[in-house]
């Protein structure tokens, strides 16, 4: 059975679960729920998102959502397709970056988000801008010293780099400074040139 993403293009959130999906090869629908117009929070879609967010993923009736879950679980279910290292050592810098993903870049980044993307210009609330604006940059310097001498975060893809890049396509629309960090500007057009980038 085709699997089903219920997902929405410009979700950052939603990104993540949609590269792990492209980059397992596997087949699957994508099904546009329309946040603006509240479909998220009808009773019927809270029956497979209690709290009426995407991404959600249908397995054939196996339901998960969290980004973050919904990439290991493709990591599980497609031990070949390459999203995550087979030995415990590496798999473990995975979990830890893909964590990172989802705590120290969606943290900031996810507030900023609703105020950017939901809130009309004059409405933003700028303490919640400034915050992430302050503290996003050593994040960043952490991710860039990582990155050092690397292709991708844990050294070959992996779901981390699908956890953390999302958000960070969108560092300089917020208004976040990035300068002189070089090893994440290449990762960043890495991540951009893959095919699954653009899915
Ligand atoms: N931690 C969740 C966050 C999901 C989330 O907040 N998704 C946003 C879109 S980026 C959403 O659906 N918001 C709809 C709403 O809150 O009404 C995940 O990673 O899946």
């Keep these: ?8 293009a410009a979700s950052p959130n939603a990104k993540r ?14 099904r546009e729920v329309n946040l603006m117009a509240g479909e998220q929070k009808t009773d ?30 493709l990591a599980d279910k497609f031990p070949d397709a390459g999203l995550i290292p087979k030995d415990l050592a590496t798999r473990g810098q995975v979990y830890q970056w893909l964590t ?4 120290s870049i969606h943290g900031y980044m996810g507030p900023m ?13 700028e303490a919640t801008l400034a915050r992430g ?8 310097a ?15 893809f992996s779901i981390a ?9 969108l560092t300089e629309f917020f208004g976040i400074e990035t300068p002189g960090l070089d090893n994440f500007e290449a990762w960043m057009k890495r991540m951009q040139a893959r095919p699954s980038w653009k899915g």
């Design 17 to 30: 679960a949609r590269l792990g999906l492209l980059e397992s090869g596997a087949e699957f629908e994508s």
């Design 44 to 73: 019927e879609y809270k029956k497979i998102h209690p709290l009426g967010r995407v991404p959600v993923l249908d397995d054939g009736g196996t339901i998960v959502w969290e980004s973050g879950a919904i990439l290991l679980y």
């Design 142 to 156: 952490v991710l860039d010293r990582q990155l050092e001498g690397k292709d991708y975060i844990v050294g070959d």
């Design 113 to 125: 988000g609703f105020q950017m993307f939901r809130r009309a210009p004059d409405k933003r609330d």
């Design 1 to 8: 059975m085709t699997m089903v993403l219920y997902d929405m």
């Design 100 to 103: 990172f993903g989802e705590t």
């Design 161 to 169: 780099d699908c956890a953390c890049a999302p958000w960070l396509e």
């Design 133 to 140: 604006r302050q503290r996003m940059p050593e994040v960043l």
